[in-house]
């Protein structure tokens, strides 16, 4: 019994001998303190002053094809919507008459033509006989006389021959200019006259964009202010020009105002599709700008977080455009200035910082 109890405070000091023998201390680092954000500086830039309205695209040109000729429509080779290039074939009318015509004239010039030669012909034996005096001069004269006429008549015909042709020509309407048809006015069977409108095509070669504005903002705008156009049908496609006149929107309840812009097709771009145009008003000069992620709504208002010693100081700002993801600053931050960018929603003032740069 006395043997055990000895054994028992030696057991004890070996168990002890490795945690107070070992001479070493945690040497952890500690949690590194702070929100980590990234920052950026405050820069200076001219700021453009946009108003932006989403309106539509016409042609520019869009003639009416009228016929040319009285005649019955036989047949139509385009519809609404159809594209088509300069040259194409529209609609054709009844020819019959007209080709009647056609054969008449020609037929007639063949005979003008075989009394025209024959005539020739005795002209010319007359001036010989004349020369040798074995007829007078009065027959050579009459000769001649009759020769004239027969080549006034041939002209008449070889004229009357190209009027009737040309009208056979009309008798297909084609395409004055390459397009869209825009509207389509007549039937198969429908008897046309002369000028009658058939056919009225839209170009998208020169586009006009239609910019609403509102009323109360119209008094800002002006003609020669630039504008940016987009389309939705070609995102990466943009065009520029300026207004060329401001149209009041006829028939509008809000009493807006149209801002008409002449543009040439950047692309695909077609009449009647949708437009976003960007219209520049004026430019601040020399604007400090900041990210959008730098300004955060607080209940003071608006706010930036300037950086300063590893701290964030809050600064309420007074905002003013915003573009391509930066906002203008009026007042509360200078050019040069240090920001939060990312991060910047998770501060308060006086709240210490990381610059993701410098992460451990």
Known sequence: ???????????CLVLALPAG???KKDETPPAPTGTLISVTEATVQDVPVVLKSIGRLESRAAPLVAAEIDGRVLELAVDEGAEIAAGATLAELD??????????AKADLGRIGAL????????????????????????????????AVLRAQRDAVEAQL?????????????????????????????????GSPLFEIATS??????????????ARLAPGLAVKLGS?????????????ELRPAVGAANRAVWAIVDVENPGAWRPDATVRGEIVLATHADAVVVPGQSVIRRPAGEVVYVIR???AEQRVVDTGERLDGLVEIIAGVAAGETVAVEGAAYLSDDAPVRLAGNAP
């Open 1 to 11: 019994m006395p043997r055990r109890i000895a054994l028992i405070p030696t057991l």
């Open 21 to 23: 023998c070992s001479g």
């Open 95 to 104: 020819a019959t008459s007209v080709t009647l015509e056609v054969r008449a």
């Open 116 to 147: 025209l030669a024959n005539e020739e012909r005795r002209v010319e034996r007359f001036r010989t006989l004349a020369a040798r005096e074995l007829i007078s001069r009065e027959q050579l004269e009459d000769a001649e006389a009759q020769l």
């Open 162 to 194: 190209r009027i009737v042709e040309d009208q056979l020509a009309k008798t297909v309407i084609r395409a004055p200019l390459a397009g869209r048809i825009q509207k389509r006015m007549v039937s198969v069977g429908d008897f046309v006259r002369r």
């Open 205 to 218: 070669a020169s586009l006009r964009a239609l910019l609403p504005v509102p009323e109360p903002l119209a």
């Open 232 to 244: 939705p049908l070609t995102p990466d496609t943009h065009a520029t020009g300026v207004i060329t």
């Open 309 to 311: 010693d590893g701290r």
